[in-house]
C-alpha cells in the first residue's frame, strides 16, 4: 500500500473518530419524549416552555394515576388525563373529544375541550388554528387511541399569559 493511501485511511478514521465523539446522549433520558407509536403502549409527552413533560408522580405526593384515558361509549367522548407532579412543579392536562369519524381527523374545532393546570393556574385553549388534535388511531375494539397535537392555551385570569404546548404525541389504551 503507498504511504498516500495510507496516510488517507488514517484521515479518514480520525475525522470519524471526531464525528463519533461529538454525538452525546441526553444525561437525563426521562426528559425525552417517547417516540410516536400506535400500539397502545401508554405513552405520551410534549414539550412546553422549553421543558419536555412526560407522565410522572413522585410516589409520596399522590395517588393520582400519571396517565388515564377513559372512552365513555354512552357519550362517544374520548378523555386523556395526563399528569406531571413533584415537589416543584405540578402539571395536569386534560383532553377531551368526540369520537373521531375516521382515522388521520385533525380536530381543531370547538368539539376539542383542553384544559392545563400548572402549579394552581388554570389554562385554557383559545386559538383553533393553533391547536390541532391529529388522531392516528383509533380502535374502540381494542381501545386503543393514539395521535399528536399541538396546542396554544391561555390563563383563565390572565390573557396575556400563554401556554404552547407542542410536539405533543399519545398513544394510549384503556384498560
Known sequence: MKKGNIIVIW????????????????PNPENSLPEMTQEGLNTMGFTMDMVNYTPFIERT???????????????????????????????????SFPYPDSVSTKIE???????????????????FPNSILNITRFDTSNKIVS???????????DTNDTKQLSNGRFDLKDI
Open 11 to 26: 484521515a479518514i478514521l480520525i475525522v470519524t473518530k471526531l464525528c463519533v465523539g461529538c454525538i452525546k446522549e441526553d
Open 61 to 95: 405526593l399522590t395517588i393520582q394515576k400519571p396517565l388515564e384515558l377513559n372512552l365513555e361509549s354512552k357519550s362517544k367522548t374520548a378523555i386523556i388525563t395526563f399528569n406531571s407532579i413533584t415537589k416543584d412543579n405540578t402539571v395536569k392536562l386534560t383532553i
Open 109 to 127: 374545532d370547538s368539539t376539542l375541550v383542553t384544559s392545563l393546570i400548572q402549579n394552581n393556574q388554570s389554562y385554557n385553549m383559545i386559538s
Open 147 to 157: 395521535g399528536t397535537f399541538n396546542l396554544l392555551l391561555k390563563n383563565s385570569n
